[in-house]
């Protein structure tokens, strides 16, 4: 027997040890879960530093554990506090499953890590999955070269939480574009939890900043983004190579570093950007939507919300994908280049300035993404909403309801959407 909630609550978990991506896919469905659903709320768990620095749509909000990050070794250690990993991890573990116990919601969206960082979230869906709470995976459309992710997964023991732990899994993405469990070994039931969705489409705010361009910009402009910017230096240094040589482009590059760049490499691009004419940087901004929609082409490395902000405000776009600690960029970049939605430029072109000042000027010259016909592409906010209410109208069951019954009725697929009553 199902239980409907009048106030119903989603849970979102973001384990985000580095970087932005996580977070702001996240905020995306959040606000678009509390745009459809009325009286819906939304709580984020989430461990980046700086997720105050974020508008929040009413009824979204966030719980903010303690912050981890990776080591070049794998390893994780606290960003901020004096602990060892195990205390700040048990820390973190205690905080979630404490919020989960108290908010108690109608689902949990995991992104990413089905059981989270070294585990942390495993016992918090356990306990979430015997009262009857949707339990649901959201990845992105890559998540690495399976030569990569085969022994990762193996050793988290991945596969065998998809079958037994999840209702549903959620892939920001179309199959034509890219299968995230390529190669991967997994069970047939598992294979139908999967639901492509179609890329999360993004807008502008609805209150930009005061001032969404810095001085000594205009349009036309290139915005060159590095998403966090931990990772990001390569990239700068390659755009700035490029205006600085004898085929340095005439548009204008407005270079946003990113918050976790770390200080020294920042402030020697910004020595270099004072040198050039047509080329201004800035740090952050938390408003990313409108800077890219204002940008006549952009730059990037192409980690999943860039790209989703590329096809959402059509720009052309060159790529320049990260290819380590994970391929995930590489193989986005490729395929989209393959599609005729992007250009891709590979590291070892980009480090060559003549190669990546011709790739700029180009660029405003390349079609856009809205030229090529990929059904779905952009519909997956609307299909999360669509899994969304659904979920919540049959309500929760009664633990111990055999899976078979419990799962979702609705089948998703972007640009072939279907409805399968039981």
Not at 148 to 163: G, H, N, S, T
Not at 245 to 256: C, E, F, N, R
Not at 283 to 294: K, P, Q, R, V
Request: charged share 25%; glycine share 8%.
């Amino acid at each position: 027997m199902a239980t409907v909630t009048q106030r119903p609550r989603v849970l979102i978990y973001s384990h985000d040890s580095f970087g932005l991506g996580h977070l702001r896919r996240c905020r995306a469905i959040a606000h678009a879960m509390v745009g459809a659903v009325d009286n819906l709320t939304v709580l984020i768990l989430s461990g980046s530093p700086i997720i105050g620095s974020f508008d929040f749509r009413a009824r979204v909000d966030f719980v903010r554990v303690p912050g981890v990050i990776k080591l070049r070794n794998g390893e994780y250690t606290s960003l901020n506090l004096l602990l060892d990993t195990d205390q700040t991890m048990a820390m973190r573990a205690s905080i979630i499953q404490h919020t989960a116990d108290i908010f108690d919601p109608d689902i949990f969206l995991v992104d990413k890590e089905p059981l989270g960082l070294r585990g942390e979230v495993r016992e918090t869906i356990e306990m979430l999955k015997a009262r009857g709470t949707r339990i649901i995976l959201g990845l992105r459309d890559v998540m690495d070269d399976p030569v990569l992710l085969k022994p990762e997964w193996r050793r988290k023991k991945v596969v065998p939480a998809l079958r037994d732990l999840y209702d549903e899994i959620w892939v920001y993405g179309l199959p034509q574009v890219y299968d995230p469990l390529a190669e991967i070994d997994v069970p047939q039931s598992v294979r139908r939890k999967m639901v492509y969705t179609g890329y999360l489409e993004r807008s502008v705010p609805q209150m930009p900043p005061a001032a969404p361009l810095p001085d000594g910009i205009t349009k036309p402009f290139v915005l060159v983004t590095t998403g966090g910017g931990g990772d990001g230096e390569a990239l700068v240094d390659w755009v700035l190579n490029a205006y600085e040589s004898p085929m340095a482009p005439k548009i204008p590059a407005l270079i946003v570093f990113g918050p976790f760049m770390q200080p020294e490499a920042k402030a020697e691009f910004q020595e270099r950007v004072e040198r050039l004419g047509n080329v201004s940087a800035i740090t952050f901004d938390a408003h990313m939507e409108a800077l890219m929609a204002a940008a006549a082409g952009v730059v990037t490395m192409g980690g999943y919300n860039t790209f989703c902000e590329i096809l959402s405000f059509n720009k052309p776009a060159l790529i320049v994908p990260r290819q380590i600690p994970r391929r995930e960029q590489l193989i986005r970049a490729s395929r989209a280049q393959e599609l005729g939605l992007i250009s891709m430029l590979t590291e070892d072109k980009a480090s060559v300035p003549e190669a990546m000042a011709t790739a700029i000027r180009q660029l405003t010259q390349q079609r856009r993404p809205s030229q090529v016909v990929v059904p779905g592409l952009l519909d997956g906010l609307e299909n999360v909403n669509r899994l969304v209410q659904m979920h919540l109208a049959e309500g929760r069951e009664e633990a111990g309801t055999p899976h078979a019954v419990r799962q979702g009725r609705l089948t998703v697929a972007a640009g072939d959407k279907r409805s399968t009553a039981r």
